[in-house]
């Protein structure tokens, strides 16, 4: 019974447009920017039909929200929750994060390169705290999960909150380290969409993140002072054999009709957005996918990257679950329970998925590397994408079902820092261009 969650950042805020260290200090408000994007927001998900909707009691938030819950065609009681409120950095608070770099420049240096470590200390009345805003960030995002989850289970819950919350409780749903804090970013009015199976102690599935398309933004902007690669990691589109949910692995199956559809439409998409190189899996279904993406860029020429095919199934190539199941009984339900235990018979493991995908990715990120800023188009499959955005977050294998990747989806990362940087994830399975709303509707058929 699926729990599905989405969380929404707040407009842009005063504080925004000045650069100034929000923290939970309440004097920020929406701008007329913020409002109207947050009425676009609000456009953005009126068709569906929540069974809450929760808010940070602080001002930007709930303005945010007030506005949304105007715009729902059937629209649910609005609750405030201070576990929704944004990451506590009182030494900072109402500082230009210019001022900020400068006072406290060790502090920030940590922050940027050690979240998890960075401490405050803050004077009470019995005497002095110590306080790491990250890691009690966390434990809230962790606390609300564990409130809030079993109360609406298999519902629809909206939660509007802020960059820092919403990064947070993002990764404790997906088992993702609180040193990897600044791998993912939030959007001004950014929409994320979460999955959860079974409650709040067990992984849940992202099944997209940080969708701006709705406020005018293809892709989420640039952060300031980017210097490094931007990589847009596409999914193919579908095959007849998506859409029968049969087993397909590294036999060359075709784009069907919609699949080519979906590779248009990912073409309209990414239209306008420079491309610079593009490398593709060997495969029919990636290469006609970004064949039909590139038909924009005509300047670009695709570099085959035999390593990012999909992953070997092996016998269970070619094959239906119920086939699967009576030639290799329990071996279905291992492979979702326990993906990094199954070793395909006659085929691979995610082990050795994850070692030459993620070797292929780190050549990409090496070869196209330089002194000015460049885009990458990345063609490959469901398992490959997954295990590579796994390395990205620093998951491990066997969080390989929390990524979702839809036929003809977009995903965006860059490496604000160039090569040796930490990756952000700036947007992932972006399927809005093929009009399905903000969720993702592609078929969820078998690798």
Same mark, same amino acid.
């Given at each position: 019974m699926n729990t599905r969650v989405i969380l929404v950042r707040h407009g842009q805020s005063s504080y925004n447009t000045e650069r100034r260290i929000q923290g939970r200090c309440d004097e920020s408000i929406l701008t007329e920017k913020g409002r109207v994007t947050a009425g676009q927001l609000g456009a953005a998900l009126g068709g569906i039909k929540f069974d809450a909707i929760y808010t940070s009691p602080l001002q930007r938030a709930k303005q945010t929200a007030e506005v949304i819950v105007s715009c729902l065609a059937t629209p649910a009681p609005l609750q405030a929750s201070d576990k929704l409120m944004e990451i506590d950095l009182p030494a900072w608070e109402k500082m230009l994060s210019s001022e900020v770099k400068e006072k406290f420049s060790e502090d920030y240096r940590c922050w940027q390169e050690r979240p998890h470590e960075l401490r405050m200390m803050i004077q009470e009345a019995e005497g002095v705290r110590e306080h790491f805003p990250v890691l009690s960030l966390y434990e809230q995002a962790r606390q609300f999960w564990q409130?809030?989850?079993?109360?609406?289970?298999?519902?629809?819950?909206?939660?509007?909150?802020?960059?820092?919350?919403?990064?947070?409780?993002?990764?404790?749903?997906?088992?993702?380290?609180?040193?990897?804090?600044h791998s993912i970013q939030q959007s001004?009015?950014?929409?994320?969409?979460?999955?959860?199976?079974?409650?709040?102690? %067990?992984?849940?599935?992202? !099944?997209?993140?940080?969708?701006?398309?709705?406020? $005018? !933004?293809?892709?989420?902007?640039?952060?300031?002072?980017?210097? $490094?690669?931007?990589?847009?990691?596409?999914?193919?589109?579908?095959?007849?054999?998506?859409?029968?949910?049969?087993?397909?692995?590294?036999?060359?199956?075709?784009?069907?009709?919609?699949?080519?559809?979906?590779?248009?439409?990912?073409?309209?998409?990414?239209?306008?957005?420079?491309?610079?190189?593009?490398?593709?899996?060997?495969?029919?279904?990636?290469?006609?996918?970004?064949?039909?993406?590139?038909?924009?860029?005509?300047?670009?020429?695709?570099?085959?990257?035999?390593?990012?095919?999909?992953?070997?199934?092996?016998?269970?190539?070619? %094959?239906?679950?119920? !086939?699967?199941?009576?030639?290799?009984? $329990?071996?279905? !339900?291992?492979?979702?329970?326990?993906?990094?235990?199954?070793?395909?018979?006659? $085929?691979?493991?995610?082990?050795?998925?994850?070692?030459?995908?993620?070797?292929?990715?780190?050549?990409?990120?090496?070869?196209?590397?330089?002194?000015?800023p460049k885009t990458g188009l990345v063609v490959a499959h469901d398992a490959t994408n997954k295990v590579l955005l796994c390395h990205i977050l620093g998951l491990k294998p066997e969080n390989f079902w929390s990524i979702k990747q839809g036929n003809g989806a977009v995903t965006v990362i860059d490496y604000p820092q160039g090569p040796d940087g930490m990756p952000v994830l700036q947007a992932m399975n972006i399927t809005t261009h093929l009009g399905g709303g903000v969720l993702d509707k592609t078929a969820a058929g078998a690798l």
């Open positions: 409130e809030i989850l079993p109360r609406h289970a298999g519902g629809t819950i909206l939660l509007v909150g802020h960059n820092g919350i919403n990064r947070a409780l993002i990764a404790n749903a997906i088992a993702m380290s609180p040193e990897r804090y001004n009015c950014g929409i994320s969409v979460l999955n959860f199976a079974d409650g709040w102690d %067990k992984p849940a599935q992202l !099944e997209s993140m940080n969708l701006t398309a709705h406020v $005018g !933004e293809t892709l989420p902007s640039f952060r300031p002072g980017h210097k $490094g690669l931007r990589l847009l990691l596409v999914r193919h589109g579908e095959t007849e054999w998506n859409r029968q949910k049969r087993f397909q692995g590294q036999i060359d199956v075709p784009l069907n009709d919609n699949g080519r559809e979906q590779a248009e439409k990912a073409a309209q998409f990414l239209k306008d957005v420079p491309i610079d190189f593009a490398v593709s899996s060997p495969l029919l279904r990636p290469k006609e996918t970004a064949e039909i993406i590139l038909k924009y860029h005509p300047h670009v020429q695709i570099e085959l990257q035999p390593p990012l095919a999909e992953i070997s199934h092996g016998l269970w190539e070619g %094959k239906f679950e119920e !086939e699967i199941e009576l030639t290799y009984p $329990g071996m279905l !339900e291992q492979w979702r329970d326990s993906p990094q235990t199954v070793q395909m018979p006659e $085929g691979e493991n995610l082990q050795q998925v994850w070692e030459r995908s993620v070797a292929a990715w780190q050549m990409a990120i090496a070869s196209y590397s330089g002194d000015q």
